[in-house]
């Protein structure tokens, strides 16, 4: 236990695209933008206070503010009884949106945290705390957002159980595409509507898939990377929830970009694009497909963060 150079700092904890359309559970990318930013504090009541949380109407309990629960496990962990920390939270990735907004909470929080620790945990145990934010959020502690919320850059969960993340390899010119429609779709439920089992010849489809996918990341192949962004398992059943989702999905391939699907559990749909200007040309598409449905919407245009959660003062 190394004790404490600084007692405050603020963090940029960014936007993640989970799921990433084959790679359900297992492989998440960290965007440039939005994100959270947040301050943490060593103070003087042991244990972990939310001091105050700004742009979305979250708890102030620690225990039930997934921020919270993330840091709390990882002081449990980290010994000292008398240590006590306080989070401020800025909110500007809305909760529900499927960009990873808890999980940006959870991991600004420990990884925060950890600078003010001197660096003492490694970034898998982070992502171990901060999946306990998950759990909180969802009931299940998947990695998928976690991961490249703390890692940066694009991330596979090869296992749970040990938990065994691998940091891939990030395309210099893939830019993501995000459309945000504003209705709100809880995690909980998005995973409650699954079904348990899945076909054989599905998996087959979707490993295959996933491979393929993660050769194309390392081989810059994108017509590869375009040929794996294909979900048969998880979309076919999320995707009724999203507004006018297979219109996206055809009209931004026709305009230049590599294919997409759900982000996370929705219901932000993102597109992946070789270079900024079919990017912009996905998220004009998206703003003609949603425009005349009467739900409102925000739409961001990134490239792909490879820092992961970072220092801003
Ligand atoms: N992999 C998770 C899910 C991500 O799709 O349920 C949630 O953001």
Known sequence: MSKATQSSVKVFSPATVANVACGFDVIGLALDNPGDEMEIRICDRPGVHIAAVEGADLPLEALKNVAGVALQAM????????????????????????????AASAAGAVAGANILLNGHFSQEALVRFAMEGERLASGAAHADNVAPAIMGGITLVRSYQPLDIIRLHTPPDLWVTVIHPQIEVKTSDAREILKQKVLLKDAIRQW????????????????????????????????????????LQLKCREAGALGGGISGSGPSV???????????????VMEQVYAPLGVDYKIYVSKISTSGVRQIS
Request: avoid cysteine; hydrophobic fraction near 45%; proline fraction near 4%.
């Open 75 to 102: 002081l449990q962990e980290y010994g000292d009884a008398s240590l006590g920390m306080e989070i401020s939270i800025r909110k500007l990735i809305q909760p529900g949106s499927g960009i990873g907004s808890s």
């Open 208 to 247: 295959g898939n996933v491979g393929a996918l993660v050769a194309g990341l390392y081989r810059e192949d994108y017509a590869l990377i375009s040929r794996s962004l294909e979900d048969v398992i998880v979309e076919p059943i999320r995707s009724i929830l999203i507004p006018a989702f297979q219109d």
């Open 270 to 284: 993102f597109m992946l694009s070789k270079g900024e200007a079919n990017a912009r040309a996905a998220a004009d």
